[in-house]
């Protein structure tokens, strides 16, 4: 099978992050490469762990450092160690909805329900949505995971919190009073479309809100790893490690 590697300049980046991190053991960085390595192939290429091709290891060793770095939180942290550079000069919401395989069912009950695992019953079927927050240029400040059925607007503050901005763009599925005092009182500029219902529809920038297209490019491009349009797992912080994981290397290009 054809494998995937990481390129040198991703991995110069990568390893200082790894090697500070007190919950890493990095041992043998080309080790360490060849599992971070294994873990894109799967993403990549949407693949069960055990088809993982020899060339990076015993599948079932690289699946329980995967599993580890999962419980500990790892793969956001790396995610967030590279988005800390943001340009707020605006910020973009949106959310995606994610079709679950049935395998993704049928976590132990120790682990909650189905909706503590990020998993619902939407228009679309069995899913997960994925509620996001970008900076200026496209590149994931936040992600938060939720059952399939929840309104997008149900998130927008906890999207949208502690970041500091001059202007927030989302589309008509958060055009709810709520959301609009929320973003005054962080004295930003709502730049939202009012819904058909609004018996009196709001003025908004609607050049500025043309830049709302980079939201949908991120989404488009986290979806290219078939372990982020498909959800195989059934624990939230599995699936979750791969979309960090993904995220990460999005804010590397």
């Not at 509620?131 to 999207?159: M, Y």
Request: with cysteine.
């Amino acid at each position: 099978m054809r494998t995937i590697t990481i390129r040198d300049k991703d991995w110069e980046r990568i390893l200082p992050f790894l090697q500070n991190h007190k919950g890493v053991y990095v041992g043998n960085p080309q080790h360490c490469r060849r599992f971070i390595e294994g873990e894109l192939w799967v993403n990549r290429s949407g693949s069960q762990w055990r088809l993982l091709p020899a060339v990076y290891g015993k599948w079932n060793s690289i699946y329980k450092r995967f599993a580890r770095w999962c419980d500990k939180g790892i793969w956001g942290q790396l995610h967030q160690y590279f988005g800390t550079d943001a340009d707020l000069e605006y910020l973009l919401i949106d959310s995606t909805i994610i079709r679950a395989h049935p395998c993704a069912a049928g976590a132990l009950k120790k682990h909650g329900s189905q909706e503590d695992q990020a998993l619902g019953r939407s228009r679309g079927g069995f899913s997960t949505k994925i509620h996001i927050a970008v900076d200026a240029l496209g590149n994931p400040l936040r992600l938060i995971l939720t059952g399939g059925q929840r309104n997008d607007c149900t998130q927008a503050e906890a999207l949208i919190d502690g970041f500091e901005t001059d202007f927030i763009l989302a589309d008509k599925g958060y055009d709810t009073d709520p959301i609009r005092a929320i973003i005054s009182q962080k004295e930003a500029v709502a730049v939202i479309p009012s819904k058909a219902n609004r018996t009196e529809p709001l003025a908004y920038d609607k050049h500025l809100y043309k830049d709302r297209h980079l939201v949908e490019c991120f989404i488009n491009k986290i979806k290219h790893f078939r372990r982020v349009f498909s959800r195989f797992d059934k624990l939230a912080s599995r699936y979750f490690g791969f979309l960090s994981f993904t995220s990460a290397l999005v804010c590397l290009r």
